[in-house]
């Protein structure tokens, strides 16, 4: 508290970090951590800022960074549509993924770079994050913001189409009509990729997709909206467009090269298709 009583900054992103813990829907007390140690504003640019609610932007009253702390998108770039994304949206992606110390990351689209330094603090000590943005002025910011961070390589490029290394975690920051097969194939087993899947336009959905033994696992989390993905984004590449409560229902994916789609696909794509049914145990 200040002298006049009024909660402080850090009362402030503490109880910030608190609102996070919860709305990961985790048990990771390091969570709540990694939400209070990385300063928001640091990433932001200098303020005021422009704060984005129902497509109207609205300019914050001051630079005081408490403006930062709600659940709020922020403009990063109003002419490109980019926003550093809603931090209750991506507390529930983080507490999906569940990064752990010593795990190899891909970012895909990185804004200014809020969400690596989480990413990079959740995979401390002994982990990597390859950040990969395809805006070379955003990664320049995301490099500068990151300066002071460890374990974290910034790469301008994209990301459908270069080689990514091997990785225990991809996290995707903008919406695909389906991910590319690279994105699959660079998962480690138990491997985690959770992205934004804008099916159709009346599709929007998180999918946690896991990487098994006999297949890749998947499952539709909660309502999503991003950019679109550059690279992964054609809609003429689908040749069945799922339903709402077919995408919902979605249990596995697979390469089109391993399986061909059967009865129970519910979104078929040029290289891979979703079904309803889950990957066989054995």
Not at 11 to 28: E, G, L, P, V
Not at 115 to 127: H, I, M, R
Not at 203 to 224: F, K, N
Request: charged share 20%.
């Amino acid at each position: 508290m200040t002298a006049d009583g009024r909660a402080s900054l850090d009362d402030i992103r503490a109880f910030h970090a608190k609102m996070m813990a919860a709305a990961s829907n985790s048990t990771d007390e390091r969570l709540e951590q990694a939400f209070r140690l990385v300063r928001r504003e640091a990433f932001m640019g200098p303020g005021p800022w422009q704060i984005v609610v129902n497509r109207r932007h609205l300019e914050t009253p001051s630079d005081d960074p408490a403006f930062l702390y709600q659940n709020v998108l922020v403009c990063l770039d109003r002419s490109k549509g980019i926003n550093n994304g809603e931090p209750f949206l991506h507390a529930a992606f983080l507490g999906a993924v569940a990064p752990k110390p010593g795990e190899t990351v891909i970012q895909i689209g990185t804004g200014t770079g809020y969400y690596t330094a989480l990413l990079s603090t959740l995979v401390t000590p002994g982990g990597h994050v390859h950040a990969v943005e395809i805006d070379e002025t955003l990664a320049n910011r995301t490099r500068e913001n990151l300066a002071s961070f460890e374990g974290i390589s910034v790469i301008h490029g994209d990301a459908t189409s270069a080689e990514l290394p091997a990785a225990d975690l991809i996290y995707v920051n903008a919406g695909v009509v389906a991910p590319p097969i690279s994105w699959l194939q660079a998962l480690r087993p138990e491997g985690r990729i959770i992205v934004p899947w804008q099916a159709s336009d009346r599709i929007g959905l998180a999918v946690l997709i896991t990487r098994t033994e006999h297949g890749y696992s998947a499952r539709a989390l909660m309502p999503a909206w991003f950019i679109p993905c550059i690279g992964a984004s054609d809609p003429e590449q689908c040749s069945k467009v799922p339903t709402v409560g077919g995408a919902r229902s979605i249990r596995s994916v697979w390469l089109t090269q391993d399986r061909s789609p059967d009865e129970t696909a519910v979104a078929i794509y040029r290289d891979l298709w979703f079904s309803n049914a889950d990957v066989p145990q054995g």
